[in-house]
């Protein structure tokens, strides 16, 4: 079991690592986590996501047009650049 745990959380590290992580994902880890799991049953997974559904999803939350309250305050700061950064992260993790 023990073993099991540290295989997962190193397989994520070495995923995360092959991904160049970006700094702004840490905003998302909490809920989406770093293999991009969600954590539980209202947290959409997001690994291996279509880079276009994400971004639309993300520009939709920045501008109120889909409405969550925890991605709403989230969303709303970030900029272009930073939505182009996490689009790549998420969308070329493997999703399994
Ligand atoms: C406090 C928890 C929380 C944090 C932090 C968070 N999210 Fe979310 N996110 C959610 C929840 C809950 C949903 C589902 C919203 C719904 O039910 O409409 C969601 C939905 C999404 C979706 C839409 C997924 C889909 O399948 O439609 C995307 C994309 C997304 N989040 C990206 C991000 C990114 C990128 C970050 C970091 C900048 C982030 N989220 C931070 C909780 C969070």
Redesign the pocket.
């Known amino acids: 079991m023990v073993a099991w745990l540290c295989l997962g959380a190193h397989v994520r590290i070495a995923n995360a690592q092959a991904n160049n992580l970006p700094a702004?994902v840490e905003?998302?880890t909490?809920?989406?986590g770093v293999d991009g799991t969600g954590g539980d049953v209202?947290?959409?997974n997001?690994a291996g996501?279509k880079s276009i559904y994400?971004r639309e999803?993300?520009l939709a939350f920045r501008s109120g047009k889909?409405k969550?309250p925890?991605?709403k305050s989230?969303a709303r700061d970030?900029s272009d650049r930073e939505i182009d950064q996490?689009v790549i992260y998420?969308s070329t993790l493997s999703p399994n």
């Open positions: 702004i905003i998302c909490p809920c989406h209202e947290k959409p997001l996501q994400i999803q993300l889909r969550h925890d991605m989230i970030l996490l998420y």
